[in-house]
T-cell receptor, first 114, second 117 residues
C-alpha cells in the first residue's frame, strides 16, 4: 500500500474555528491532492499540488487554502470552518504526469463542524 | 471539463449472482483512462479495475470486468459470482493526462452495492 497518512482521522469542531488537516506521504510522489466526499457527489477536488510551493485550485476550493513546504506534506486549512464543510476529506498522491498510474488515497479524515 | 454520471444510487444482488454497474462520462479529450474504485465501510479507496481509452479490448480482473463503449462514452462494471465482501460503494472515475495537474481524477456520484446472502 502507498505510504499515505492523514491526520487527524476524526475531528469535531465548532463553526468559525480554524482547522488544519495534514497529509503525509513517504513515496516521494510529485503530485498531491485534497478531495472532499459528500453523499451523491462522489469525491470532488478541492486543491492540488504539483510540487513544493506549487498549488492550484480544484472544483470546490472556496473556503479552503493549502500549503506544501516539503515534498512529503500537504496541508489543507479551513480558515473559518462552516457547517457546509462537514465532510470526509481524502488526500491522494500520484507519481508524475506522464505515468498512467492512478492516484493512491489515504484513509480519509471525517470532519464534523457543529 | 469532464463529467461522470452513475445513474444507479443503490443496487443489490444475491450472493453468487452477477451484477452490472453503469457509468457514463462526457469529455472532449482523446487520451484518457477510466477506473472503478471500491469503497468498503472501512472508507478505504481501493482500485478495482482500469481501462485505457486507446485499447479496444475490455479490461478484466478476476471476477471484475468492464464493458467499455468509447463512442457511447459508457463504462460499466460487471461483477461475477458476487461475494459478501463486494458490498461497498463503487465509484467510476475519469482521468486525463498531462499539464500541471498531473493525473486529474473526476468521480461519479457512486453506486452503493449490497450483496445479500
Amino acid at each position: 500500500d502507498a505510504g499515505i497518512t492523514q491526520s487527524p482521522r476524526h475531528k469535531v469542531t465548532e463553526t468559525g474555528t480554524p482547522v488544519t488537516l495534514r497529509c503525509h506521504q513517504t513515496e516521494n510522489h510529485r503530485y498531491m491532492y485534497w478531495y472532499r466526499q459528500d453523499p451523491g457527489h462522489g469525491l470532488r477536488l478541492i486543491h492540488y499540488s504539483y510540487g513544493v510551493k506549487d498549488t492550484d485550485k480544484g472544483e470546490v476550493s472556496d473556503g479552503y487554502s493549502v500549503s506544501r513546504s516539503k515534498t512529503e506534506d500537504f496541508l489543507l486549512t479551513l480558515e473559518s470552518a462552516t457547517s457546509s464543510q462537514t465532510s470526509v476529506y481524502f488526500c491522494a498522491i500520484s507519481e508524475n504526469r506522464d505515468s498512467n498510474q492512478p492516484q493512491h488515497f489515504g484513509d480519509g479524515t471525517r470532519l464534523s463542524i457543529l | 471539463a469532464q463529467t461522470v454520471t452513475q445513474s444507479q444510487p443503490e443496487m443489490s444482488v444475491q450472493e453468487a449472482e452477477t451484477v452490472t454497474l453503469s457509468c457514463t462520462y462526457d469529455t472532449s479529450e482523446s487520451n484518457y483512462y477510466l477506473f472503478w474504485y471500491k469503497q468498503p465501510p472501512s472508507r478505504q479507496m481501493i482500485l478495482v479495475i482500469r481501462q485505457e481509452a486507446y485499447k479496444q479490448q475490455n479490461a478484466t480482473e478476476n471476477r471484475f470486468s468492464v464493458n467499455f463503449q468509447k463512442a457511447a462514452k459508457s463504462f460499466s462494471l460487471k461483477i461475477s459470482d458476487s461475494q459478501l465482501g463486494d458490498t461497498a460503494m463503487y465509484f467510476c472515475a475519469f482521468m486525463r493526462q498531462g499539464d500541471n495537474a498531473g493525473n486529474m481524477l473526476t468521480f461519479g456520484g457512486g453506486t452503493r452495492l449490497m450483496v445479500k446472502p
